[in-house]
Nanobody, 115 residues
Framework: QVRLVESGGGSVQAGESLRLSCAAS????????MGWYRRTAGNQRELVAAITRGGTRNYADSVKGRFTISRDNVKNTVYLQMNSLKPEDAAVYYCNANTVSTNYWGQGTQVTVSS
């Protein structure tokens, strides 16, 4: 069993930054890809960014150049540095982690961006 604990959400003004963190815990843990998704007010869930264990990154077009995903494989933690935030980035952000057999989700953290 894997538990994902997210932190770092909050309310900011447009143009400001936030950093999200997600720590995975569990015995015998080997995590492959980790990533961040968000659910917008329209209730659509979309991939924001993902990173493999080897460090290959993938970003949604809407966040390229503004967001950076990174991970610490020793700490089983993934980070999302969000710069130049826009009102359309406002959403609940969910951490995701994949083991060889299971897909896990965090509880979500709210990001609010005011114009």
């Amino acid at each position: 069993q894997v538990r994902l604990v997210e932190s770092g959400g909050g309310s900011v003004q447009a143009g400001e930054s936030l950093r999200l963190s997600c720590a995975a815990s569990g015995s015998g843990l080997i995590i492959n890809a980790m990533g961040w998704y968000r659910r917008t007010a329209g209730n659509q869930r979309e991939l924001v960014a993902a990173i493999t264990r080897g460090g290959t990154r993938n970003y949604a077009d809407s966040v390229k150049g503004r967001f950076t995903i990174s991970r610490d494989n020793v700490k089983n933690t993934v980070y999302l540095q969000m710069n130049s935030l826009k009102p359309e980035d406002a959403a609940v952000y969910y951490c995701n982690a994949n083991t060889v057999s299971t897909n896990y989700w965090g509880q979500g953290t709210q990001v609010t961006v005011s114009s």
